[in-house]
């Protein structure tokens, strides 16, 4: 059955021009604003709050102020649905630019790889189905960026995956269009039992739940003189990649890396050392199919030449299971110390 959904996100599928998002004569917003342009992507709650930056004049012969303007336009918000690898990729794109060459060690075979390049542009439009079909409408937003993701994982349940964005512009960009079925990728969500998670070369069927933070430090304050809305994408820091991870009470091996570091915390009987070492290792989180039972594939891979454990919270509340909590940090080189694949 195809069924026309009411309300809905769609992503751009190419990339925006090199004038960012500018939709007043440098480039032809009408082309890049074209249906054929857009994928719609399943997802389970969006935002989009603006802030026009009101600037206030004040002045001495009256209470209250005279008069406001307009100010420094901040558009920006949040995507959250249950992870879809392929749909989504428009978001990977965004969050750390082109794609790199898989390897054949790569835990997928075909697809895209991506580290940390440069953030790049996009462009979104969301449809609102309302009470009234007279007031159904569509926004596009043209100079999107992603500036952070978090990948959530917990038994029981879906992974999900929340993308927080920001836009340089927005406008009435076309009339109402939601998709059918037929236009989404088709592409089954990721369920915690097909993750496999991977800590120091050793699979751990001992976790109860882990998130991933991937933060790129994107800086929302590049307004220049003469433009009311951004400049361009940049960033201002180091890209933070961290998250925390909950093991079973009995999982303790793992637990005392993060209390104890790798060397002592390994010992017959661990203890801090002199040397004040952190534990960690490499990291390897797997995504696979949930329609290929019996014979894994992977649609996704997140790696990490290591993550180092930065704190730990144990919690005994009367007979429930301890909760065993730590989190950590990713460290490496743009280039290895970060990957994260999508099979084609």
């Given amino acids: ?37 857009f994928a719609p992507i399943r997802v389970k709650s969006v935002s989009y ?48 630019g082109p794609s790199v060459a898989l390897a054949a060690t790569d835990p997928i075979a075909a697809g895209w790889k ?63 269009s939601p998709p059918d079925s037929s236009e989404y990728v088709a592409e089954d969500p990721i369920v915690f039992y097909n993750a496999t998670i991977g800590i120091g070369g050793v699979a751990n069927t001992k976790i109860k739940s882990m998130t991933i933070n991937i933060d790129r430090k994107v800086d929302e304050e590049r307004f220049v003189i003469g433009d009311y809305t951004l400049n361009e994408i940049g960033t201002n820091g180091m890209t933070d990649v961290s998250g925390d991870i909950t093991f079973t009470e009995k999982d303790y091996q793992d637990f005392k890396f993060a209390l104890f570091g790798a060397a002592s915390g390994m010992a017959a009987q661990p203890a801090l050392g002199c040397d004040n070492q952190i534990g960690g290792g490499t990291f390897l989180v797997v995504f ?26 144990t919690t005994m509340t009367g007979q429930n299971e301890i909760e065993k909590k730590v989190t950590w940090k990713a460290t490496g080189t743009a280039a290895t110390g970060f990957e994260l694949g999508v099979a084609s």
């Fill in 1 to 37: 059955m195809v069924y026309s959904a009411g309300k809905y996100v769609k992503a751009s599928t190419t990339t925006e021009p090199a004038a960012y998002g500018n939709i007043s004569g440098t480039w032809n917003v009408a082309t890049y604003m074209n249906a054929a342009l």
């Fill in 49 to 96: 709050p603006v802030d026009r930056g009101l600037l206030i004049e004040e002045n001495i012969e009256s209470p209250i102020p005279a008069y406001a303007f307009g100010g420094a336009l901040k558009v920006s918000g949040t995507i959250e649905g249950n992870l879809r690898p392929k749909q989504m990729m428009p978001f990977w794109l965004s969050l750390f």
């Fill in 114 to 176: 991506f580290t940390l390049g440069a953030p790049s542009s996009m462009q979104l439009k969301i449809g609102e189905n309302t009470s009234a079909a007279t007031t159904d409408r569509e926004l596009g937003y043209t100079g999107v960026g992603i500036k952070s993701a978090n990948i959530s994982i917990a038994a029981k349940e879906f992974v999900t995956a929340r993308f927080d964005w920001f836009a340089k512009q927005y406008i009435a960009s076309s009339p109402y």
């Fill in 288 to 313: 696979n199919d949930i329609a290929a039972c019996g014979s894994e594939v992977a649609k996704m891979y997140i790696k990490f030449t290591k993550i180092n454990f930065a704190t730990t919270d």
